[in-house]
């Protein structure tokens, strides 16, 4: 059956007509004219919030609402922190600065001082979320406490969760989410474990599909390395409920991203990626660069998450000023060198008319 036909238990589930999401992007990436053309057009946009104060959290839901009357989702970081990145005595980010300083150097700036936190608070962008109440809330690195998920269930917030093992998906299951993303290792981005070390967890989108289908009560949404119909029907083929698409949107148009970064996306710099912590602290994938090459001999000399994002952020925005492509993160899936499309709606026409 044709994807635009195909109704699944997630499509039903999050009240959408095709069973395709964009996935969400944090940092910035995310905007409510990608999320709102995809939902427009039958699947879930998602908006990225992580990175944002819970006052912006109302506002984009209350943006997205005015240019959708379809569901859409909104995504944040269940985790925070890790252990020893939410704060740094100052010695410890003098220590860091004097890392990033030859860097901050070449762009002619020095670097900043210190922020008065490097991160927003879970606890108070989720109190911001459940008050916006929008159509779906998904997250990754962690399980939100029986607590928030009994207030999406009454305010009718669909959950929608992310697991990179057997034992997540178990226990994104067991807590009772309503759609569980399998994220495969070829996914652009972070890697959203929660119960083991992201590197110990490196599982392809076909094989996690096949694990946790079988497994779970909750429908499956299949992630990474899906930029085309016939690789929307495979993951459904295997089980899955819908695919999540992360890396053909970002290279759209309608993103937040830069036009450096989408040029790269469709430039042989793409067969390329790494999975590495150099830019957040967090194991995530993205084209290998000169900024990739020399921290990750310093690994062992950076600080966790969110310091780490903090000090690659500041760099980010005085690197992206000067259309400078070696400093800053390009995240980007393993699918980048077969993408075609600069549009979100040409992009969602190649996945509804070229299937079967
Ligand atoms: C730039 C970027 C940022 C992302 N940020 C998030 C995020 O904040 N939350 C999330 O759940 N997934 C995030 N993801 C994962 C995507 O939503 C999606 O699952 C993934 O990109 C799918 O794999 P693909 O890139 O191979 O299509 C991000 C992905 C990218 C490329």
């Known amino acids: ?31 409510t004219r990608l999320a709102a053309t995809v939902s427009n057009l039958g699947g879930l946009g998602s908006y990225g919030a992580h990175a944002l104060t819970p006052s912006r959290i109302g506002e984009v839901a209350r943006e ?16 925070d922190h890790d252990p020893g990145g939410d704060a740094l005595s100052p010695a410890e980010f003098a220590r860091v600065g004097r890392i990033f300083a030859p860097y901050f150097r070449e762009l002619g700036l020095d670097v900043p001082p210190p922020p008065e936190r490097f991160h927003p608070s879970f606890e108070a962008q989720i109190e911001a979320l459940l008050e916006a109440a929008p159509p779906v809330f998904s997250f990754v690195f962690g399980v939100p406490s029986a607590t928030v998920l009994r207030e999406c269930r009454r305010r009718n917030i669909v959950t929608v969760g992310a697991a990179t093992s057997i034992a997540e998906a178990v226990a994104l299951d067991e807590a009772g989410v309503d759609a569980i993303v399998a994220s495969g290792c070829e996914a652009g981005g972070h890697r959203p474990s929660f119960l083991a070390r992201a590197e110990d967890t490196l599982v392809s989108t076909a094989v996690l599909v096949q694990l946790v289908v079988p497994r779970v009560r909750a429908p499956v949404i299949a992630a990474g390395g899906i930029a085309s119909a016939p690789g929307i029907e495979a993951v459904l083929g295997l089980g899955a ?4 698409i992360g890396t053909a949107f970002l290279a759209c148009e309608e993103s937040g991203t830069t036009d450096e970064h989408r040029a790269l996306l469709f430039d042989d710099a793409a067969r390329d990626t790494v999975l590495t912590r150099t830019f957040t602290g967090r194991l995530a994938r993205g084209i290998r660069n000169r900024f990739t090459r020399e921290m ?14 903090w000090f690659a952020g500041q760099l980010k925005a005085a690197a992206v000023a000067a259309r400078r492509t070696d400093l800053v993160s390009l ?22 008319e070229d299937s079967k």
């Open 331 to 352: 995240w980007s899936g393993q699918i980048a060198p077969n993408l075609r499309h600069h549009t979100a709606t040409e992009l969602m026409s190649s996945f509804l």
């Open 1 to 31: 059956m044709r994807i635009r036909d195909r109704s699944t238990e997630a499509t039903k589930v999050m009240g959408i007509r095709h069973p395709i999401v964009q996935g969400p992007f944090g940092g910035g990436l995310s905007t």
């Open 296 to 309: 990750e001999a310093r690994l062992a000399e950076l600080p966790p998450f969110p310091a780490q994002s």
């Open 241 to 244: 409920s819908a695919a999540q």
């Open 64 to 79: 997205l609402r005015g240019l959708t009357s379809a569901p859409f989702a909104i995504n944040l970081w269940v985790a």
